[in-house]
């Protein structure tokens, strides 16, 4: 994907990137209560900038995550000790809601659990071509870390473009 991208539009969302991350940082730096003329420039800044990023990524035709359900660890997989890459086609409609979730490859345990969950996201469309629906691969990267006796928390994040990682605590296994 990421070579299909112009070197010149990747230096641009870099640079909108680099341009939000201090524009979040600012109103940090300066609390004080006379300085609130440079809170509102920060915070005007830090709107041009996402706006930035948002007109980059859609110039790139990429479409980007904007409703993120929180994925689970199948119990299941969890006990076993099952970890893996799971593969999906994503089938989604013009306005970016996912329509079919196709698991390519993958743990079935694991490739089940990221179906269901991958049907709940929702999708900004890129500049509109005026196609009905748009197809996108998803990958699902399943891992397990540490150890506890009971209730493993799972945390996750999203990475742009396209995967989702999800992190949970092992049980431990006692015969």
């Known amino acids: 994907m990421r070579d299909r991208i ?3 539009l990747r230096r641009l969302i870099y640079l909108a990137s680099l341009i939000a991350a201090i524009a979040f940082a ?3 730096l300066f609390t004080r209560d006379g300085q ?5 420039r920060a915070r005007l800044l830090k709107t041009a900038a996402v706006g930035l ?3 980059c990524h859609a110039l790139a035709g990429e479409w980007f995550a904007v409703q993120i359900p929180s994925p689970t660890y199948p119990l ?6 099952i970890e893996g890459l799971v593969r999906l086609k994503l089938t989604l409609d ?6 079919r ?9 694991l490739a089940r659990s990221a179906r269901d969950n991958a049907v709940l996201w929702k999708f900004a469309t890129p500049c509109p071509d005026g196609k009905t629906s748009q197809t996108i691969e998803f990958t699902y990267d399943f891992r397990l870390e540490g150890e506890v006796d009971a209730r493993p928390r799972t945390r996750f ?5 396209y995967r989702a990682i999800v992190i949970s605590e092992a049980l431990h296994w006692m015969p």
């Open 26 to 28: 600012l109103p940090r």
């Open 94 to 99: 013009g306005s970016g809601a996912v329509l």
């Open 53 to 55: 990023i948002l007109v």
């Open 36 to 40: 609130r003329a440079c809170a509102t």
């Open 157 to 161: 994040h999203y990475e742009h473009p």
């Open 76 to 81: 299941l997989a969890n006990q076993a000790g």
């Open 6 to 8: 112009p070197v010149s």
């Open 101 to 109: 979730a196709e698991v390519l490859s993958g743990p079935p345990v």
